[in-house]
């Protein structure tokens, strides 16, 4: 079901895709990690991007992607633990992840350490008050679904800033055809009549900072100690405090 409903060239797909790439609209030069069920979204700028990797949970099982291409870009991966180094992309998409991850704040921790300084992410998640959180006849039927508030919250939890936020997937789910071949009417109709009611809430965000540590106060100069050590012995300090930031040896890339 999912490789149906998020194929790109699909009408789910496209509807979902749209406003992506309004988001992105060119990432010449980046790299990017997809990880989920990204491929589909990640297919429009692999002539762009320096690098990209498609990386699939490990209960969900891994595929050859792209699968226009020899060479595979897809990595089987347990979300929480990322086998890539620090600060390595500059763009993430997180497509059915969130959802159906049981510590989503661990998968957004992780998205945070691989993500440059300044590095965006963008999460694609059933919407709790659409229709699409309610049907079994997607993957967005299964999981947990978000409101608007509480993926925010997550978000703010986890030190990314929230920059742009949409609805989508407007029509029903059905496999109705004539439902399917109207699928942009609906998404038109839906988006000036219901916007808050998209099935599916797509939200864009930057990596923050880390929250100065509480009580931080000036150092005093150690007495007795020749000039520039008290400075070096702070620098030390900071140095090890960003060493101990969500941090953690990377395992080797696992290849599949």
Partial sequence: MPST??????????????????????????????VGYAGPFMRPYLDQVERAI???????????WPRERHASA????????????????????????????????AVLRE????????GRLI????????LWAHSEL??????????????????????????DDKEALFMPPTKARF???AARTWEGIGRRIWPAFGGVLIVEAEKGRLPEP??????EPVQGAAPGVHSRRRRDRAEAGQKGSWSKPAPALCRC
Wanted: contains cysteine; aromatic residues 8%; proline residues 9%.
């Fill in 74 to 105: 897809c990595a089987l991966v347990e979300d929480a633990a990322l086998p890539f180094p620090d600060v390595f992309f500059d763009r993430i998409m997180l497509v059915h992840v969130l959802d159906h991850s049981s510590d989503p704040e």
């Fill in 138 to 163: 997607s993957p967005f039927g299964y999981g947990r679904p978000y409101s608007g508030g509480q993926l925010k919250e997550l978000f703010k939890n986890c030190q990314f800033n929230i920059l």
């Fill in 54 to 64: 498609c990386a699939m949970p490990a209960p969900q099982g891994a595929v050859h």
């Fill in 5 to 34: 409903i998020y194929r790109s060239d699909g009408c789910c797909g496209g509807l979902i895709g749209t406003p992506i790439r309004k988001m992105w609209p060119d990432l010449t030069g980046q790299s990017l990690l997809g």
């Fill in 179 to 181: 439902i399917l071949r």
């Fill in 111 to 118: 998205a945070w350490r691989v993500l440059a300084p300044g």
């Fill in 123 to 130: 999460a694609v998640v059933p919407n709790r008050r659409g």
């Fill in 214 to 219: 509480a009580g931080k106060r000036q150092e």
